[in-house]
């Protein structure tokens, strides 16, 4: 009994965050008639008046982001060319990520190094993962492929610590630059503002998953290499 509700919760904290950012974001994706832009011009809008006008707004087929290597807002084309709460506010936030960049916001930049470095260190992990097993037949030395699983295990650490530097990015591009910059220019009437702040907050819940998947598969296989 306790298993079956230790693996109902641990599925709720995974999936029910991922769950609720999707209906939230899906009832306020409806177009508005009263919003003079579109997410993507709206998006432009900010980036000059923050004096970011060499940071540049297209679309994006691999989710809403900000590329600080390119200096690039990138929306989906619903965000790009909607004229939504959910495409004002996304569009926000990434506008958020880039005036984190122009303020030289440090847990940007070492998340941007360090998931450039998580990538190819899981990468490496996976071939250890792969090769442990014909290193330890060719070998006929166990050690060396168990030596060669410590290494992959280790690689999933990466991963983990990336999920946890980009939550304190994301809560801050969300709550400390996307809200503060709505609030000042009064776009959104006290209602829409609200809901913006329950799209973000939303999205942040999903980021606290991620990070939670993250330590748990890390943790998992610990455990196991441990037996």
């Not at 994706?29 to 297209?58: I, M, T, W, Y």
């Not at 999933?156 to 980009?166: E, K, P």
């Not at 809560?171 to 000042?184: G, I, K, M, T």
Request: hydrophobic residues 45%.
């Amino acid at each position: 009994m306790h298993i079956l509700f230790g693996t109902l919760l641990l599925l709720l904290l995974l999936f029910g965050p991922q769950l609720w950012v999707q209906a939230v974001l899906k009832r306020h994706n409806k177009p508005r008639s009263d919003f003079p832009g579109s997410g993507g011009e709206f998006a432009r809008h900010l980036l000059n008046k923050l004096q970011l006008d060499k940071v540049q707004v297209e679309a994006s087929e691999q989710g809403d982001h900000y590329d600080p290597h390119s200096k690039t807002v990138r929306l989906t084309p619903d965000k790009l060319n909607g004229k939504s709460l959910t495409a004002i506010t996304v569009a926000a936030h990434e506008v958020g990520h880039a005036l984190q960049d122009k303020l030289g916001y440090k847990p940007l930049l070492l998340r941007s190094r360090l998931a450039v470095l998580a990538q190819a260190v899981q990468q490496l992990g996976n071939g250890l993962f792969i090769l442990a097993p014909l290193v330890t037949v060719l070998s006929r030395a166990p050690s060396s492929g168990v030596l060669m699983l410590a290494a992959g295990v280790a690689s999933f650490g990466s991963a983990a610590l990336v999920h946890l530097i980009t939550l304190p990015v994301e809560w801050d591009a969300s709550f400390r630059r996307a809200l503060p910059l709505l609030e000042a220019g009064r776009y959104l009437s006290g209602q829409d503002q609200r809901h913006a702040r329950q799209i973000l907050t939303a999205a942040a819940f999903t980021y606290i998953a991620g990070s939670l998947a993250s330590l748990l598969n890390l943790w998992r296989w610990l455990r196991w290499f441990r037996r």
